[in-house]
């Protein structure tokens, strides 16, 4: 083969390797719409825990909304939620058991 058939056989390798390894380099990354379902998987799996810093891991650092609430006042929001509602929740059981463990209630009833 003459040299310009070698140069030009070596040119096009070059291309080729850098094209595949361009296309490689895209392929690897995900998708943001991916991104985005994972943070919300994730978001969702702290809050069945009741995690609190599992969900704010997900809100950033410079978040304020219109109500000049900033990250830190919405943690201690989350937080008192979880904890109002398991109280709420145990309070609302402990009442059930009661009514159904006394049977004086049920008999001496009149309307």
Not at 68 to 78: F, G, H, S, T, Y
Request: charged share 35%; hydrophobic share 40%; net charge positive.
């Amino acid at each position: 083969m003459k040299k310009r058939s070698w140069i030009a056989l070596a040119a096009a390798l070059l291309l080729f390797a850098a094209a595949g390894f361009l296309l490689l380099g895209q392929r690897a990354q995900p998708r943001p719409e991916t991104l985005i379902r994972a943070a919300l998987q994730e978001a969702e799996e702290a809050a069945r825990k009741r995690d609190t810093n599992g969900v704010m891991r997900l809100v950033s650092e410079d978040y304020k909304d219109a109500s000049n609430k900033d990250k830190e006042k919405r943690r201690m929001q989350l937080t008192r939620a979880y904890l109002l509602a398991r109280a709420g929740w145990s309070s609302m059981c402990r009442c059930a058991r009661r009514r159904s463990l006394s049977p004086r209630r049920s008999r001496t009833r009149r309307w």
